[in-house]
């Protein structure tokens, strides 16, 4: 191990470890300072630790205006200050790590610490796990930097930065960790888990040592009266999924309703807060974080009727809080939701079955885990959540089973998770914590090769072996006098030939050598191409059409199309940024004979998809931004589908000269 300070940078585990000691401590304070934060602002706006009693002692008109109060303040300093401070806080560091190797702007914790600790104290319906995670990522980021980490070593210490935010928030080291390796990075190695797992014990022991061995919840005792309690679990995993699947739906749905309301950016959170302030109005539980409803609702004190209308009430409150553009996060709401479906199924079995059902508040806290389960697509985290705040082995059980099942069905039904569905909307899908829509939209006819060796298929061997011996190639496609595909051979399959040249001159034929189905069509996608490069020990594919060879497509070239690909979007999310506040000039070389140009989309583009223009194929130059005035005003990455409409204005990249072709056919010159 080296640690150095300056220039150096850290190498080895050892090292590792040590960072995510300071992480993991940094990120405790911060948790807890964050938690002091909403306290402060929840005094200030409602004068009382408990929204619910305040809203209901207070004059009407303070309730519906102090969720729009909130607003107010948060808008400009979002706006202004750091824009991935908007919304719940976790897509944006997935992306990070996605994009940017876990590189994120100081700035975010502060900004995000004030926006979020704001809204959730005036009552937005958000909570505050989201943005401690993203504060402590932030933290970990700037950690990571200042030390020089390499770029590996940096994205492991921003999850451990962020499941040391969960840890220290809910006292729960085991499901901090899980949180980090389940959701963002996908990766259950040792050298990546460890240090994760000693951020997050390091961060809960802060926390315990400065505020004391807290719970977030006042959990009920639980046993398991009968076995026939199993069937309404089960009923509670389906049930819960179905909420999932509806948060995750309504959330996205307000959130692009939002998204096109022509009015300024600044003044939808205010329009937010003042919808949210209105069902407060008549709900007051769904204001704010929400913990007092939860704590109500595991202690048998909310009735199932209520219990089943806030399931649909905090989902618009939640949806409205966040569509509009406030900060905070879902996982605070996840858990009230899965209480009010835990009490209300627990209800009505415990009604209809006193004796062989439990409590309510005992479904309650099942339903917690499930929603969670369900919304996150991480059964695992939520299992442990819910078990490291009961302490109670005697819950897993029907905990593993309605987990499970809420995570199935929101996974066989809606495929994306709350997270993963923010980053697909951008066109960025999620297996496994890596980036996999990149080459699944490059399509293999773009990277034809043809250099490459084939033979037909009633060669001889011995003539094979002398062509193919010294040579440039490693693999060798078969074919018949139609240039028909049928296999291809690799040097090292040819070796154990060599010896007996008697035996291949007389018998051996190239048509014998053939190793059938290494191929692909032209009409696929590089991401196929590297599916097949992972089960197959080759260095090159036979791109077929009709089943004729036509070409191949190499290794290297799909892994240079990978990196290219990357570099072009950690571009483009640059530009995203520098664009939002500061126009970029119409024309800036980029060396060796490439451009990036900002330009007004000519005309024959409108009502056309960037699929249809095919501008990478026609010019090799590709569309990084594209920029939208009115409505509404927004920066973005397109996706293929991105249809281009009058008055967008296009950034490209590419070859100078390409540029210019390009332009000049556009306009008709």
């Not at 069937?231 to 179905?242: D, E, R």
């Not at 950034?651 to 072709?661: D, K, Q, S």
């Amino acid at each position: 191990m080296k640690l150095h300070f300056g220039k150096s940078e850290f190498s080895g585990h050892i090292g590792l470890i040590l960072l995510s000691v300071v992480v993991g401590f940094l990120a405790g304070l911060a948790s807890i300072a964050f938690k002091y934060m909403i306290q402060y602002f929840q005094e200030l706006f409602w004068a009382t630790p408990s929204i619910i009693g305040s809203a209901a002692a207070q004059p009407w008109y303070r309730t519906l205006l102090l969720p729009a109060a909130g607003g107010l303040l948060i808008s400009p300093l979002i706006y202004y200050g750091a824009r991935e401070a908007k919304g719940h806080g976790v897509p944006e560091i997935m992306e990070s790590l996605i994009f940017r190797g876990g590189k994120i702007p100081t700035k975010v914790a502060v900004v995000k610490a004030l926006a979020s600790s704001i809204c959730i104290s005036s009552g937005g319906s958000v909570g505050r796990e989201g943005p401690i995670v993203q504060i402590s990522s932030t933290i970990a980021s700037a950690a990571g930097r200042l030390f020089h980490v390499k770029e590996r070593s940096l994205r492991t210490i921003v999850a451990a930065g962020a499941g040391a935010g969960i840890g220290g928030t809910f006292n729960a080291p085991i499901a901090g960790a899980l949180f980090a390796v389940e959701i963002l990075l996908g990766d259950f190695g040792v050298f990546s888990f460890s240090p994760i797992i000693v951020a997050s014990v390091i961060s809960t022991l802060t926390t315990r040592m400065l505020t004391g061995n807290f719970a977030a919840f006042t959990v009920p005792q639980y046993t398991l009266t009968s076995v026939w309690e199993i069937g309404p679990y089960i009923l509670l995993g389906l049930a819960s999924g179905a909420v999932a699947i509806l948060f995750i739906k309504s959330l996205y749905f307000l959130e692009d309703r939002f998204d096109s309301f022509p009015v300024h950016p600044l003044l939808k959170p205010i329009l937010g807060g003042l919808l949210v302030g209105g069902i407060g109005l008549v709900f007051p539980h769904v204001l704010g974080l929400g913990y007092e409803s939860i704590d109500f609702c595991l202690q048998n004190q909310i009735g199932f009727l209520l219990a089943f209308i806030l399931i649909f009430v905090k989902i618009c409150g939640t949806s409205l809080t966040l569509g509009s553009g406030g900060s905070g996060g879902i996982f605070a709401p996840s858990l009230f939701l899965g209480a009010m479906t835990g009490n209300f199924i627990g209800s009505i079995f415990h009604n209809a079955f006193p004796s062989s059902i439990s409590s309510p508040g005992a479904f309650s806290l099942v339903g917690m885990g499930a929603v969670v389960a369900g919304a996150t697509q991480a059964p695992i985290t939520a299992i442990i959540i819910i078990f490291e705040l009961t302490n109670d082995y005697k819950i897993i059980l029907p905990l593993m089973l309605s987990c499970i099942i809420a995570s199935f069905m929101t996974v066989g039904i809606h495929k994306e998770s709350i997270y993963t569905m923010k980053l697909k909307r951008r066109g960025i899908l999620i297996q496994d914590g890596r980036e996999v829509s990149i080459l699944r939209a490059l399509p293999v006819k773009n990277f034809l090769n043809q250099d490459y060796l084939a033979f037909t298929n009633n060669e001889s061997a011995v003539k094979i072996i002398n062509e193919v011996i010294g040579g440039k190639h490693h693999s060798f496609q078969i074919i018949d006098s139609d240039k028909n595909y049928l296999g291809c051979f690799s040097l090292n399959q040819l070796k154990k030939y060599l010896l007996d040249r008697d035996v291949l001159e007389s018998v051996i034929i190239a048509e014998d050598l053939a190793v059938p189905g290494i191929q692909i069509d032209y009409e696929e996608n590089l991401e196929s191409a590297l599916k097949i490069f992972g089960k197959k020990d080759v260095e090159e594919l036979a791109v077929v059409k009709k089943g004729k060879l036509i070409g191949v497509i190499k290794r290297k070239d799909v892994i240079e199309a990978y990196n290219h690909e990357i570099s072009k979007r950690e571009a483009a999310s640059g530009l995203i940024q520098k664009l939002k506040f500061t126009p970029i000039t119409r024309t800036a070389d980029i060396g060796k004979g490439y451009r990036i140009s900002e330009i007004n989309a000519p005309t024959v583009f409108w009502g056309k998809t960037l699929k249809e223009l095919n501008l990478k194929a026609r010019h090799r130059v590709d569309v990084l931004v594209i920029k939208r005035s009115y409505p509404p005003q927004t920066i973005t990455i397109p996706l293929a589908e991105e249809k281009i409409r009058e008055g967008d204005q296009l950034v490209l990249a590419g070859p100078t000269e390409e540029i210019e072709r390009m332009m000049k056919k556009s306009n008709g010159i």
